[in-house]
């Protein structure tokens, strides 16, 4: 299981219908000011601790990519390599792990579905010469996805997975945002 998990939001209105509006309808003028305040979440909560080596994406499958036409979790994930540069330089990983089946969207599925549906869904790329990753998405629920491709690092001998996301559902919250 991962170690942390720290975000921006809660996943509930206002901003469920933000990311929303992000992810399915394209409103990409909106991620960087979301990706802001998660910035500035992550300032405050790694000031005078010690930073992920490097931060990696959640995978998104080719057929959703051309489908939806931009992988949402790269993008957040590049604004926050920008956004963190002045206060700490990490690297933005993108070839460890790729998202090798094709999986139905994890929204709207109970949580013992998602399970089933992400099993087996990453696989590794490469070794990671890291110790300690940050992987991020977009939005975490019930955590299976965060889940799934943190049982594979620390499978490599990765020892520290902290999750960083915009939202979070609040009673899945392993820490608050803000």
Not at 109 to 121: G, H, Q, V
Not at 150 to 165: A, F, N, Y
Request: charged share 25%.
């Amino acid at each position: 299981m991962f170690d942390a998990c720290y975000s921006a939001f809660n996943y509930e209105f206002p901003a469920d219908h933000l990311l929303k509006q992000i992810k399915h309808h394209q409103q990409l003028i909106y991620l960087p000011p979301v990706t802001d305040q998660l910035s500035r979440n992550l300032i405050h909560h790694y000031d005078g601790r010690e930073w992920p080596q490097a931060i990696l994406p959640v995978p998104l499958h080719n057929k959703r990519l051309r489908t939806r036409g931009f992988d949402q979790a790269l993008l957040l994930a590049r604004q926050l390599v920008k956004n963190l540069q002045p206060y700490q330089s990490i690297k933005l990983e993108t070839g460890l792990i790729k998202r090798q089946k094709h999986t139905d969207p994890q929204q709207g599925l109970k949580a013992s579905k998602r399970r089933s549906n992400i099993r087996n869904a990453f696989s590794m790329t490469g070794t990671p010469h890291y110790q300690y990753l940050a992987i991020v998405d977009d939005v975490v629920t019930t955590a299976e996805t965060v889940s799934e491709i943190t049982r594979l690092l620390k499978k490599q001998g990765v020892e520290r997975v902290d999750i960083w996301c915009l939202a979070r559902t609040p009673d899945h919250r392993s820490s608050s945002p803000g």
